[in-house]
């Protein structure tokens, strides 16, 4: 079965910068729409961001739109999330997830579905001074 591997958390100044990653070792996510949800104490998962299975037409939350965003490498084995102007509301542990869809352009409706197929282990982010 697919498994989604996730690292680059840490502890970060507010202002400051992170990229997340979230792997597939000898998968493809050709046939995945993707999420990154982020979990605080005694809180459900959030959808945070999103793509596609084509990769194109990513979606965001409000509250990270301009500083975050979403994107896949060329061999689509790894999706990333690269995180700018970091503040301190944006402390929790990210987890990306995959749905199980072939040939989707974008992800409507996702940042606010918890309903994928398969999850990361998830990764700690920090925004502190």
């Known amino acids: 079965q697919l498994q989604l591997v996730e690292s680059g958390g840490g502890l970060v100044q507010p202002g400051g910068s992170l990229r997340l990653s979230c792997a597939a070792p000898g998968f493809t996510l050709s046939n995945y729409l993707i999420g990154w949800l982020r979990q605080t104490p005694g809180m459900e998962r959030k959808g945070v961001a999103c793509m596609g299975s084509l990769g194109d037409n990513a979606d965001y939350v409000d509250s990270v739109k301009g500083r975050f965003t979403i994107s896949r490498d060329n061999a689509k084995t790894t999706v990333y999330l690269q995180m700018n102007s970091l503040k301190p509301e944006d402390t929790g542990v990210y987890f990306c997830?995959?749905?199980?869809?072939?040939?989707?352009?974008?992800?409507?409706?996702?940042?606010?579905?918890?309903?994928?197929?398969?999850w990361g282990q998830g990764t700690q982010v920090t925004v502190s001074s």
């Open positions: 997830a995959a749905y199980s869809v072939n040939n989707f352009r974008g992800c409507p409706g996702w940042l606010h579905r918890q309903d994928y197929d398969y």
